[in-house]
């Protein structure tokens, strides 16, 4: 399970008075959103302005790129006041990697399978091809991932260790659950390759960002060929 980012937040300055008798969320539709990176907003506005700044950051970095300027400049090129972005973000590290977080989430939501590919494949396919897309998306999670390998805690490790994980959870039982039903190949260890498309994935996203003439989407089909049935 992805661990708790959000902390005690002050007065929201968007709040309208508390409403005694609004319904709570279900627990259903707890269980479906990720638990937000940051602090979400206590009420319907403020969780509405939070999402404002997400949707808005992505535009930024889809215009510019990703770079290293503070918190303050990033403020600015959204469009909103330091101290408003300061009331939902207490870095930009962690900012940015709501911004990923909120760009996957949208990605999840707006893409239809491939037949002829393995569904764990195609999902991965997807998954790059959305990235690079976006000019400064592919850039921020490189940036991020490295980020999270130089100490021991912080918002991108907190983040991005238990993604991998559960990719690999999810990719394993996709992949086991396709040769079960004979369109994989069964002699091979489902775990294993689980690991080695994140890791084709990543590598080629990588290789694109030096060279954009990377064909990302027939590079990675390959894996359709070598993971479909003896004949």
């Known amino acids: 399970m992805a661990a708790k980012h959000s902390l005690p937040a002050g007065p929201d300055p968007d709040a309208p008075a508390p409403d005694p008798d609004a319904a709570e969320p279900s627990d259903a539709a707890a269980e479906r959103a990720p638990e937000p990176i940051g602090r979400p ?23 510019r790129g990703a770079d290293g300027t503070s918190l303050r400049r990033i403020a600015t090129a959204i469009g909103v006041s330091h101290a408003a972005l300061l009331h939902y973000f207490d870095s930009r590290e962690q900012l940015l990697v709501a911004v990923y977080q909120h760009a996957e989430t949208r990605r999840g939501e707006s893409s239809e399978y491939r037949s002829g590919v393995s569904a764990a494949l195609d999902a991965m396919i997807r998954a790059a091809e959305v990235n690079v897309e976006v000019p400064g998306l592919v850039q921020l999670y490189s940036t991020l991932v490295a980020a999270s390998l130089e100490t021991a805690t912080g918002p991108a490790k907190e983040y991005f260790a238990p993604r991998f994980e559960n990719l690999r959870e999810e990719l394993e039982q996709g992949l086991r659950a396709e040769q079960e039903a004979g369109t994989v190949r069964a002699d091979v260890d489902p775990g294993h390759v689980a690991a080695l498309l994140i890791a084709a994935s990543d590598g080629l996203q990588i290789q694109w960002l030096l060279e954009p003439s990377i064909a990302l989407r027939s590079t990675l089909e390959t894996f359709a060929v070598m993971l479909a049935p003896p004949a």
Not at 44 to 63: H, M, P, T
Request: glycine residues 8%.
């Open 41 to 63: 907003g206590a009420y319907s506005k403020g969780v509405a302005r939070r999402q404002e700044i997400l949707d808005r950051a992505i535009e930024v970095f889809r215009e």
